[in-house]
């Protein structure tokens, strides 16, 4: 299994498992989330595909590959890891794990691409989305916690911009 084959079945799984959490959680703001986060997946899934289409030069078994794990292949059902009914500061802090988890898989893959090669650029690509959305994630956490933990007035202190 070549690098992109393994994402492409990485986001495959990400996709699953963001939509089995929306069938979940299908009556809350949280399935919403779930099925977004899914459809990026997916979306990744399908741009990796039409690389593979239009690419006919196969790369080499990658060796350090096989010491990595899919992300999504130990992953429990999220009602494990939170609260019977998780907020979306929960929700955001599932997603942020697992976009760092991408971002660090993604980053261990393009060590590993030939530099300058098509899918150098891809893995480029799809680590530029990963991070994208840790830091949109990682904010809208951060908005959320700010807001439940705020106690001090509004006129006084000193506070973060938003």
């Not at 393994?6 to 986001?11: D, T």
């Not at 239009?54 to 899919?70: I, K, R």
């Not at 949109?136 to 933990?149: I, M, S």
């Amino acid at each position: 299994m070549n690098p992109l084959e393994f994402a492409i079945q990485m986001e495959n799984d990400g996709e699953q498992f963001y939509r089995k959490q929306a069938g979940i959680y299908k009556d809350t703001v949280l399935a919403v989330i779930f099925l977004k986060l899914a459809a990026a997946e997916q979306k990744h899934a399908e741009l990796i595909r039409g690389h593979l289409a239009g690419f006919t030069d196969v790369m080499p078994e990658n060796e350090p590959l096989s010491s990595l794990t899919n992300i999504f292949s130990d992953m429990a059902d999220f009602r494990r890891q939170a609260r019977n009914l998780p907020d979306q500061l929960d929700v955001y802090r599932l997603a942020v794990g697992v976009e760092q988890r991408s971002v660090d898989l993604y980053t261990e893959l393009l060590r590993g691409a030939a530099a300058a090669s098509a899918d150098e650029v891809m893995l480029s690509f799809l680590l530029k989305q990963e991070t994208d959305h840790l830091a949109l994630f990682d904010e809208l956490a951060e908005f959320l916690r700010t807001a439940g933990e705020w106690v001090e007035a509004a006129e006084f202190g000193t506070r973060k911009d938003y």
